[in-house]
């Protein structure tokens, strides 16, 4: 994994907002502490004044938490600060951003014994479950190993619209270089492509979906910044954007997904298909996995979650039904080795086709099915109970699991049997 010291070039960023810690005062540690070893205020080594801050971490996993960082950070777009490494041997350390709904975490490597600006453009950060930059609680420093580093000028950088994504000129330089992409901006999504497809009809077909879509869950609130969706010309193409953008902005290494399209943090990649020009239906899915994320609040940790897949089908199949749907449901339920219902919960990870398809049969039962009506009650089930299938229709419908797996499968036949 490629470790970037300076994430972003500080010439492209505005000045930084009165730095939030210069532990220039007497109690400039006080709103500093540590879960092991020490942290304290020192006259040396400094990088600016006459002060700065200390934190011996004796081994992996010691944390420095400052609290002076918390509330509605949305006015600005990057994290910045200065790091002295103590000792002669690099190290990596993380930093992390701790909200009420997750964290927003990035590594970073240093080298011994030199002063290092450290930068972290908002969309820089990988994130864990939902954070949100309105609702943050602290930073913090993570060791990964035994390590003495003195930090000096915390601070933010002001400015810029719509800090949590990547600028469009940066991506276009970015993901196409030397070339000159189309591009359509509209309110609430940004299609970048170099393929043979109109962008605008793209973008307007997302639009209409995301209408829809606010029709069906009655949902008003924003989406706070615009979709991102990426469409090159070949799968080869999108895959390696997927994987450029990975180690490029989050330092990290991604295995080239073999699906015809992936979405990961604030990006949907896919490809062009001519059978379908601007409505091929994998572009709605993408995108609307950021859209489900959002307005829904539901995310995996280590991959897409069984109702997120199974929303993104629905919204997909409520514009382009999905090809051979019908008579592959009937396959499914005929096979004694179909998915169980049972493990469709947080853990699960939707990797096959049939558990693809489960997954769009059972939303699609809870949303058109007899229970229809109580909808937003098994979403709500579904957020307590961890996403576990079965506890969520339990509690909300007061319905056992052979129950409600015989009633899925007579309502799906009914349909599937349909001309």
């Not at 572009?283 to 307005?295: G, K, M, S």
């Not at 109580?374 to 909300?396: F, I, Q, S, T």
Request: charged letters at 25%; proline letters at 6%.
């Amino acid at each position: 994994m490629r470790i970037l010291l300076a994430l972003a070039a500080v010439s492209t960023l505005a000045a930084a907002e009165p730095v939030r810690a210069d532990f220039e005062s007497p109690d400039a540690a006080q709103a500093w502490a540590t879960d092991a070893g020490t942290v304290e205020v020192v006259k040396a080594p400094v990088h600016a004044g006459t002060g700065a801050l200390r934190w011996q971490a004796p081994k992996e996993g010691t944390r420095l938490s400052f609290s002076g960082l918390r509330g509605d950070l949305t006015a600005n777009r990057a994290v910045r600060f200065f790091a002295f490494l103590e000792g002669t041997v690099e190290r990596e350390v993380t930093l992390r951003v701790r909200t009420r709904g997750g964290d927003f975490w990035r590594r970073f490597a240093l080298r011994p014994a030199v002063w290092s600006e450290i930068v972290v453009p908002f969309y820089q950060f990988r994130q864990d479950a939902l954070p949100r930059w309105d609702r943050a609680e602290a930073l913090e420093l993570v060791a990964r190993r035994p390590v003495s580093l003195v930090l000096d000028d915390l601070g933010l950088v002001a400015g810029g619209e719509h800090p949590q994504i990547e600028p469009g000129a940066a991506l276009v330089e970015r993901l196409f270089p030397g070339a000159e992409p189309k591009i359509a901006l509209t309110p609430n999504f940004r299609v970048f492509t170099d393929a043979p497809v109109d962008p605008a009809a793209v973008a307007e077909r997302l639009e209409q979906g995301l209408a829809r879509f606010r029709e069906i869950f009655a949902v008003e609130e924003p989406l706070a910044w615009p979709v991102t969706l990426v469409i090159r010309p070949t799968a080869d193409d999108y895959r390696r954007s997927a994987v450029e953008t990975a180690r490029d902005l989050y330092g990290g290494d991604l295995a080239p997904p073999t699906a015809g399209g992936f979405t990961f943090y604030e990006y949907a990649f896919t490809s062009y298909d001519e059978k379908h020009g601007a409505t091929r239906p994998v572009f709605l899915h993408e995108a609307f996995h950021q859209v489900v994320t959002r307005l829904l609040g539901f995310r995996g940790a280590g991959g897409a979650l069984w109702i997120e897949e199974g929303l993104c089908y629905f919204m997909q199949d409520e514009f382009t039904p999905i090809e051979n749907a019908k008579e592959e449901a009937l396959k499914l339920l005929d096979n004694p080795k179909r998915p169980a219902l049972a493990t469709f919960d947080a853990k699960q990870r939707i990797d096959s086709g049939a558990e693809n398809l489960a997954a769009f049969l059972v939303v699609r039962y809870l949303l058109k099915g007899p229970h229809a009506g109580a909808w937003k009650d098994v979403l709500e089930a579904l957020r307590e109970n961890d996403v576990r299938l079965l506890d969520a229709v339990g509690e909300a419908l007061g319905v056992r699991p052979a129950e409600f797996e015989k009633s899925w499968e007579e309502f799906t036949r009914a349909w599937a049997a349909e001309k």
